[in-house]
């Protein structure tokens, strides 16, 4: 959640080794739990396929809490020049904002937490009434950022650190002794109570109605102990679980039109396996799986557990200025964990490289009229500026972008980071398109540049090429963009895969949950051995999970023969266990990663039983998939 240890040591590495280690570290862990390194060939040629489509995004934001508790307290000019600069259309145009319910601290430990830290509770003591005055700045803010944003696209999030102190167990928001959990086991109704009762006067009396409510943060981790700098609070998952519970019964019993989120949890890897440790009955209650992403690197684990639910990333911050490893943490989590919006911790901040903005929070008597912005400011705007709200993440093939659509405007937005030391050329294909009749333009920041708009790149026959400088974050906007009616995959949903020729559906054998049981061709009878998830590895490849059995569609022994046969088998990310769809005449060709080879029903058998081979391709009808989703 905040500066903690490991970020501290970053401090003290400094800038230039703190770059070697970043760059280190990557080439070790990669992106979505593979290996692999960010190393790019000089020139190479990045294929968008608006047939190959994701999640469709929500959004860009940043949390209020700290920041927003001192500038929503300076003169109307300089508050309202933070929100501009962060939530106005010539800014960021951030549109999701994450309120913090601040538990108020107990008034004998005024000097616990640091100055910018303390968020005002809205019930001083069990038996007090709730004071809505409180917490003014904070809720300025909030009401100036909708105020400049459109209703369409506005997202407010209520989110608690801690419970009210008096609901703890150590009398201190701040965290219970030996870092041990804090809420008191009779405090649960209470608490759940707190969240619901803020969040509907939010909604009844200052129009403000938050989508989704979140009761804990880092839930998990030791970071919350008694005399901390902040709130915290510790609640394990069988706990979360039961926060859940009274959550949901209490927004019910108010009538409340909000969802539940968590477990908001620090790491990757902690919030997929706290999601897969929750019972079906509180998965079901929550209606978007939040992470931060301060460590862990599963991010395709943390989609498979989330099951097709809305992910957020809804928690980052590091103290690289520059915003590179911001821009390519940003791009692993949408290409790999599928998230639908992104939400940086803290806009502004004091100095040390974690504000976009930066300013002096936690002097009392500090000008907040004098404000730095910061190279990080400029690379965020080569995201949130031009990938909006209701356009589709599409396939790119190339780890260093994304590619966004924006079907209702016919425009294709594509960002591309270069975080290697030498330059990189590349040509973007775009023939997968059925039209290209406008313009392209281009914006970058880099070391010399911010938000610089770039003058030499020309469309020619839906291609264009663009040399990306070391260090660099470009964005492209190419207009008159048709997508056709191509085939297209939502990589949440199962789909049967029927084939052009025999029209059966590729199948394992007797729903056998075995390595090497044998893949078939048979006649659609709803099986769940009859149903596939296409999950993204990387360069435009998938894994084809079985949904019946958990494995995936693999070239048995690593084949790369023609007649090969393709079995489902245990994920070993292989690349025999890898395809990549290829569009033909409205069906998908299914080519091996490994082999280059194709998925075909050997000898365009049409009878149930045929085997499933992979072959030369041949244009084969046998060859050809057609895609039937089935959720």
Known sequence: MRKRKGMKLMKRIGIGMLCTVMMAITVMSGAGGMTGSRVQAAAYTAVVNPGIQHQTWE???TTLAWWANRVGGASEQVRNKYADLLF??????????????GGGENPSYPDHMELRARIPGYKASAAAAYDWSQDANQRWMLNAAKSRISQSEFIAEGFANSPPWWMTKSGSVTGNHDAAENLREDMYDDFADYLTTVAG????????TFRTLSAFNEPSSAYWYFGNRQEGNVMFPANQEII???????????GLPIGISGPEETSIDLTRNTINSYSQATKDRIVQFNSHTYSGKDRVGLNQAAAGKRIWNSEHGDGEASGMTMSRNILWDIKYMKNSAWVYWQAVEPSGGWGMIETDLNNAGADLGQYTIKKKYYAMAQWSKFIRPGYKIIDIGDGNSIAAYDSAGSKLVIVTINDSSSANTV???LS???????TVSGFRTSGTENLAPLSNVTLSNKRFTQTQPAGSISTFVITGVSAGNGVVIDTSAYYKLKNRSSGKVMDVSEGALADSANVIQWTDNGGTNQHWQF???SEGHYKLVNRNSGKVLDVYGRSTDSGGDIVQYTDNGGTNQQWKPVVVEGYLKLVNRNSGKVAEVSGASSANGGDVIQYTDNGGTNQHWQLIKVN
Do not use: C, M
């Not at 006067?201 to 403000?208: E, L, M, N, Q």
């Open 59 to 61: 959004g860009w934001g």
């Open 88 to 101: 106005g259309g010539n800014g960021l145009g951030l549109n999701i904002v994450r309120y913090n319910i």
């Open 201 to 208: 006067h939010f909604r009844s009396s200052w129009g403000i």
């Open 244 to 254: 859940i519970e009274h959550l949901h019964r209490s927004l019910q019993a108010k």
């Open 427 to 429: 040509t973007y294909d």
């Open 432 to 438: 997968h398109f059925t039209a290209v009749t406008g």
């Open 535 to 537: 999950v993204p590895t």
